[in-house]
């Protein structure tokens, strides 16, 4: 069974490229959260400093969960 384009399933990935990776996916979580925040406050009707206020808060509040879930899965 291959798992993807020319790759032999024997073989597996660097460690750099999955570092790479999973770097990228955790600041699209962090991202995620945080902007999320921002949307949630912009449908709230909400100025543009609580706006800003609330991503920031979000953007923390995904560092946390991100670093809960380091802390979990290590």
Known sequence: ???GPGRDPGTT???SEITRSSTWLEAGFVL???LSGGMMA???GASLAVIGLMMI???IAG???L???R???D
Do not use: E
């Open 1 to 3: 069974m291959r798992r």
């Open 13 to 15: 990935s660097s460690g």
């Open 32 to 34: 995620l959260v945080g």
């Open 42 to 44: 912009l449908q709230g």
């Open 57 to 59: 808060g979000g953007l």
């Open 63 to 65: 560092g946390a969960l």
């Open 67 to 69: 670093w809960y879930l």
């Open 71 to 73: 802390w979990i899965v």
